[in-house]
């Protein structure tokens, strides 16, 4: 880990997500029709079934995930949620701060590629809604993935909610009418970003399916991986062990 060095290489998307407007949690739930919550509450819960005592969350964003793991979890682990757009961890601190008393969570601005945390030092891993950002045509695909493994102490956990393919031809077919006719026009006409919805929909459309994912995850390097699929495959919660 080169903790203090400055990242070289380019940080693909931030702009978009610097970007990002104010109504960002509702854009969320607008063009998932609400099902962004429950799908989070997911990999929360599939992050807490070890009783994980240091936890990640990746790509925070607003801080979503972290915090609903704080709300679920019947004990007190030390919740981190990281992420390189200040906007955002802006949003997230100001949500964490309405939790109950005594909840162990901070925010940490830092590129994924390069996280400022010793080897080995997170019991799991998570991420929502952010995967596909992280390796979708990203040129640090690679970085990404080894700096998870690097953090995560040996058979930790990564779970991962992220969308997906559905398995039917006929649902498939559906569900990118539904990123097309409904995703991309509500979510530029409530954000204004074009580039933001059009980047989602067609990354979107492209994804892997749930078992291109999990092929994926044990070429990256873990021993297991297991899939949920959501919605008839539109999204789908990945549980990756070290
Ligand atoms: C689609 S949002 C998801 C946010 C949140 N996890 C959620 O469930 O709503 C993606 C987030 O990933 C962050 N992000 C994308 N690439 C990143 C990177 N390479 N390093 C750090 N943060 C990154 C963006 O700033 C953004 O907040």
């Not at 004990?75 to 939790?99: C, F, H, R, W």
Request: overall charge positive; charged content about 20%.
């Amino acid at each position: 880990m080169a903790e203090n060095q400055p990242l070289q290489k380019p940080k693909p998307l931030h702009r978009i997500f610097t970007a990002i407007p104010e109504r960002y949690d509702l854009i969320n739930h607008v063009i998932t029709l609400g099902m962004d919550t429950g799908w989070r509450k997911q990999a929360a819960l599939a992050c807490l079934t070890s009783r994980p005592q240091r936890i990640l969350d990746i790509c925070c964003g607003t801080g979503d995930l972290a915090i609903a793991i704080a709300r679920l979890a019947d004990y007190n682990p030390e919740i981190t949620g990281v992420d390189y757009s200040q906007p955002m961890l802006d949003k997230a601190a100001e949500k964490a701060g309405k939790l109950a008393e005594g909840k162990n969570i901070k925010f940490v601005n830092s590129e994924i590629a390069q996280l400022p945390f010793p080897d080995g030092w997170f019991d799991c891993v998570g991420i929502s809604f952010a995967f596909r950002n992280l390796t979708y045509k990203n040129p640090l695909v690679q970085e990404h993935l080894d700096e998870v493994l690097r953090v995560l102490r040996p058979g930790g956990k990564y779970v991962i909610v992220e969308s997906s393919q559905p398995k039917s031809a006929l649902m498939r077919m559906l569900d990118h009418l539904y990123l097309r006719l409904w995703v991309f026009p509500s979510g530029l006409l409530i954000s204004g970003n074009k580039a933001a919805y059009k980047y989602l929909v067609e990354s979107a459309e492209h994804f892997f399916s749930a078992e291109e994912a999990q092929e994926f995850l044990i070429k990256a390097g873990f021993k297991q991986a297991a899939y949920k699929r959501l919605f008839f495959g539109a999204a789908a919660v990945y549980v990756a062990i070290k």
